[in-house]
């Protein structure tokens, strides 16, 4: 049954839920799912104050300019600056009446116009390298100095950044030595880079991956393959004289590698390397 006031309670209830959403930003319970989506709109493109009103208008719906910006907190002018961009940009529609009201398109449309336009990008750079890089080597050089004679070591952040690091060691590698676990495997071969690392000349993998994954190896024509008990840590060490070791890994965002050319580290791991590949079984 409903009761005297069931209409404006309803109403009060919705009401609550639209003028609070700002709240969602700031939420305890919402906080990780709201970073994560966050940091996706960052990596695609996005500033954070644009990822905000995205999310606000993706989760109301239709809005005024003056009701996003008083509940993302945002000054007025600015909103509209970005309310301009968001449409430009295909991510945002606005309706044709006054005052004017905007909604967000759909998320899985957002992330294919943000994808398909960062692919384009990439393509537009790869078209343009080699003028690029003809304006990049005709600028001279000031007294430049080099530290060939010094250990070096990076300290590789994200999955993204270590596995582009390994791509670019194993285009060019003559020797390969590879540690990986099940999931290391699947993901180097999702990735692309165990096709690359099949093509090198000389390699050999240990690896904890079981039978029923040691298809990664097989379809890319890797045969010299080592299987241990142990999960052990990434690592590729290239031609003796690189190589990269995962540091940590808790999450996708969470994790680490180091690489180095040190001649003492790298020549520690080989040896390492050559004592697993004794032990370890057929």
């Given at each position: 049954m409903r009761s005297e006031h069931g209409s404006e309670q309803g109403g009060d209830v919705s009401m609550g839920m639209i003028a609070g959403m700002f709240m969602l930003f700031n939420n305890d319970e919402y906080k990780e799912p709201i970073e994560r989506i966050i940091k996706v709109l960052l990596d695609l493109g996005l500033t954070l104050n644009e990822a905000k009103v995205y999310v606000y208008l993706a989760k109301t719906g239709y809005r005024k300019a003056i009701e996003i910006a008083e509940n993302i907190g945002i000054p007025r002018t600015e909103t509209y600056q970005i309310l301009n961009r968001?449409?430009?940009?295909?991510?945002?529609?606005?309706?044709?009446?006054h005052p004017v009201r905007y909604a967000a398109v759909e998320f899985d449309d957002l992330l294919k116009t943000m994808i398909n336009v960062s692919m384009e990008r990439l393509r537009e750079f790869d078209r343009r390298?080699?003028?690029?890089?003809?304006?990049?080597?005709?600028?001279?050089?000031?007294a430049k100095n080099s530290c060939e004679d010094k250990d070096r070591f990076q300290?590789?952040?994200?999955?993204?950044?270590?596995?582009?690091?390994?791509?670019?060691?194993?285009?060019?590698?003559?020797?390969?030595?590879?540690?990986?676990?099940?999931v290391d495997a699947l993901r180097l071969y999702n990735y692309g880079i165990m096709?690359?690392?099949?093509?090198?000349?000389?390699?050999?993998?240990?690896?904890?991956?079981?039978?029923?994954?040691?298809?990664v190896f097989m379809d890319v024509g890797l045969g010299n393959v080592k299987r241990v008990e142990n999960k052990l840590q990434l690592m590729v060490i290239k031609d003796r004289k690189e190589m990269v070791h995962l540091l940590r890994e808790k999450n996708k965002n969470d994790t680490a590698a180091l690489w180095t050319d040190s001649s003492t580290l790298v020549e520690s791991m080989v040896s390492f390397f050559s004592l697993l590949w004794k032990e370890a079984d057929e």
């Amino acid at each position: 049954m409903r009761s005297e006031h069931g209409s404006e309670q309803g109403g009060d209830v919705s009401m609550g839920m639209i003028a609070g959403m700002f709240m969602l930003f700031n939420n305890d319970e919402y906080k990780e799912p709201i970073e994560r989506i966050i940091k996706v709109l960052l990596d695609l493109g996005l500033t954070l104050n644009e990822a905000k009103v995205y999310v606000y208008l993706a989760k109301t719906g239709y809005r005024k300019a003056i009701e996003i910006a008083e509940n993302i907190g945002i000054p007025r002018t600015e909103t509209y600056q970005i309310l301009n961009r968001l449409q430009s940009k295909g991510l945002v529609i606005a309706t044709m009446e006054h005052p004017v009201r905007y909604a967000a398109v759909e998320f899985d449309d957002l992330l294919k116009t943000m994808i398909n336009v960062s692919m384009e990008r990439l393509r537009e750079f790869d078209r343009r390298r080699e003028e690029i890089l003809q304006v990049w080597n005709n600028l001279p050089e000031f007294a430049k100095n080099s530290c060939e004679d010094k250990d070096r070591f990076q300290i590789l952040e994200g999955r993204e950044n270590i596995y582009a690091k390994i791509s670019s060691m194993v285009a060019d590698a003559e020797e390969l030595l590879m540690v990986c676990n099940e999931v290391d495997a699947l993901r180097l071969y999702n990735y692309g880079i165990m096709d690359a690392i099949a093509k090198c000349s000389n390699v050999k993998v240990i690896s904890s991956v079981s039978p029923s994954v040691a298809s990664v190896f097989m379809d890319v024509g890797l045969g010299n393959v080592k299987r241990v008990e142990n999960k052990l840590q990434l690592m590729v060490i290239k031609d003796r004289k690189e190589m990269v070791h995962l540091l940590r890994e808790k999450n996708k965002n969470d994790t680490a590698a180091l690489w180095t050319d040190s001649s003492t580290l790298v020549e520690s791991m080989v040896s390492f390397f050559s004592l697993l590949w004794k032990e370890a079984d057929e």
